[in-house]
């Protein structure tokens, strides 16, 4: 009985010869990362903690003895008690030394921390008391047998401590060192029994992939790539093994014999889709981008494998992310959307204006196979209406309302003013000699001194008030929602101020004066014209009076 009788059967004897393989190297890692990690518990938990209690341990003696000594000297019982204080962190850590050391097994350290730890102790009983006594009755010569005594003590106990702090380096060095060795030797080891594990794996597996599976694989492969070089395909033969290989092999050439029925090429149409200047998008029935053409691509800045497989409402703005789930609910139900202004967004995430089209695609069953999506960039067409718009609207050497935006806001806060009982007023402007600079200077020069004038109007008033170039040097200034007429005259005091201030042209300073009338809102004007009409009337009594002056509309008296 053939034991491969099949792919399956073939797979599992590879995988169960590099699986042997893995678990011998496995094994073996194991065993060197337990003996590493023994070797790591060790000096972790006993070498470095005995290596730093012993350096602490010597520092804090230094910092006592320096203490008593200071204590002594200066006659200060202050120190000597600090002195004494460092006892309850040196005692405790000499205790913690000696049970590490009992438990690193070392003979030659654990009695000599020991013996450390009793002659501290007996230094510290003596040290507490005779410098301590010897400070309070303020007479060092009477203590001197006993404090010379301490001296001596103090400097054997110092070397003591040192030895002690060099042999615990020594010794951890040394356990560093052998440990070192050990594990360059089981790193060795481990290497070789990877390589000897991965090497048999490596041929016991090739040879049975190759007889098994890449040799009949590399026969149906020959097959695949005749039939693309529309060479004649021979039908296979049947073999012993009649593994899946087998009978895909007499599979394809079954598939191969029925394409040839086939008479449209489907290079044609992706020539013919590719070659579109809109941009087509197909999608899933679960809303995701199946396929698309160059000019998508284009449009959109992605490449082809960023952009498949995309969910497609991330491709749209982000403002319109709800509106296009409401429309692809529709889009499910088989309506068809036409001709409507979306924003998608391309690998830059700035918006693009497009006129989008979807419409649903059927099986011949019925089925919802996916949904055709065609856009046309509008970029250049919205931005030449939106440059319409402007110019329709707004001055376009000032930037500010024009006429036409001006009565608009006028008409609306007259109604306003109605509806509310509000209170504004109408600034009619313009400029004194600006004839002459113009002439002077030129347009050019009278166009950025007209600039100015703009820049500086808009810094006097508030964001809700509109200023506006009606023409020429004539402004108007709409005042919404004042409190009385000298809020008004304010404003007009403050403008005569700022345009006042010399102009720098041409590295000369000059000058420039404004006439400004001023009608404010009442029950008896109706309309916008006689509210700028009653302004500029105003405005002409301000130029007859000596101009660079305002003057405030009043019926019957101008």
Not at 2 to 25: D, E, T
Not at 183 to 195: E, G, K, M, S
Request: aromatic letters at 8%.
């Amino acid at each position: 009985m053939n034991i491969l009788c099949s792919i399956r059967c073939k797979i599992w004897a590879c995988g169960s010869v590099a699986l042997l393989s893995y678990l011998a190297a496995t094994l073996a890692t194991t065993w060197v990362n337990n003996e590493t990690k023994i070797f790591i518990t060790h000096a972790q938990r006993i070498d470095l903690p005995l290596l730093s209690k012993g350096d602490l341990a010597n520092s804090l003696f230094n910092t006592q003895s320096q203490e008593y000594e200071n204590g002594l000297l200066a006659g200060e019982q202050v120190e000597v008690h600090q002195a004494n204080i460092l006892h309850n962190q040196i005692a405790p850590l000499l205790d913690e030394m000696v049970q590490l050391s009992d438990i690193n097994n070392n003979n030659d350290l654990s009695p000599r921390i020991l013996s450390l730890r009793d002659e501290y102790n007996n230094y510290y009983v003596m040290a507490s008391q005779y410098y301590l006594e010897a400070v309070q009755k303020n007479d060092i010569f009477a203590f001197r047998n006993e404090i010379h005594q301490l001296g001596k003590l103090q400097a054997s106990l110092s070397v003591d401590f040192k030895e002690v702090a060099g042999r615990l380096q020594e010794i951890i060095n040394e356990d560093f060192e052998k440990n070192k060795q050990r594990i360059d030797f089981l790193t060795r080891f481990l290497a070789i029994v990877f390589t000897l594990s991965l090497l048999i794996a490596i041929v016991v597996v090739n040879w049975l992939a190759n007889r098994e599976i890449i040799d009949p694989l590399g026969k149906l492969k020959l097959m695949i790539d005749n039939f693309g070089r529309g060479r004649t395909i021979e039908k296979p033969q049947s073999s012993r093994r009649g593994d899946e290989i087998q009978e895909l092999a007499s599979s394809f050439w079954q598939m191969t014999s029925d394409l040839q029925l086939i008479t449209v090429s489907r290079n044609y149409v992706d020539n013919i889709i590719n070659n579109m200047s809109d941009s087509l998008i197909v999608l899933t029935p679960d809303l995701t981008v199946q396929t698309t053409n160059h000019a998508t691509l284009s449009l959109l800045r992605f490449s082809k494998e960023e952009l498949e497989g995309r969910p497609f409402r991330t491709i749209f703005s982000h403002d319109e992310k709800s509106i296009v789930d409401s429309l692809f609910h529709g889009f499910l139900e088989g309506k068809v959307v036409a001709n409507i202004e979306a924003f998608y967004t391309g690998y830059n995430e700035l918006p693009i204006p497009v006129l989008f089209s979807a419409s649903p695609i059927y099986l011949p069953d019925g089925t919802l196979q996916g949904i055709s999506c065609m856009a046309r960039d509008i970029s250049e067409l919205k931005e030449q209406r939106d440059n319409l718009e402007f110019l329709a609207n707004f001055d376009k050497l000032t930037g500010l309302p024009n006429r036409n935006l001006f009565f608009d806001r006028l008409t609306v806060t007259i109604t306003e003013a109605r509806r509310y009982n509000h209170l504004f007023a109408l600034l009619y402007l313009d400029l004194d000699n600006f004839k002459p600079l113009n002439d002077k200077y030129g347009h050019p020069t009278g166009d950025l001194a007209l600039q100015e004038v703009a820049r500086r109007l808009k810094e006097t008033v508030r964001d809700s008030d509109t200023v506006s170039r009606l023409g020429g040097d004539e402004f108007a200034i709409l005042l919404s929602r004042i409190k009385d007429a000298g809020e008004a005259t304010m404003v007009a005091t403050k403008i005569l101020d700022i345009i006042g201030k010399p102009f720098l042209i041409r590295g000369d300073q000059s000058t420039l004066g404004i006439s400004i009338g001023i009608c404010l809102s009442s029950t008896e004007i109706s309309n916008a014209n006689d509210l700028v009409k009653n302004a500029d009337m105003a405005m002409y009594a301000a130029k007859a009076q000596g101009r660079n002056r305002f003057v405030l509309f009043v019926q019957d008296q101008i």
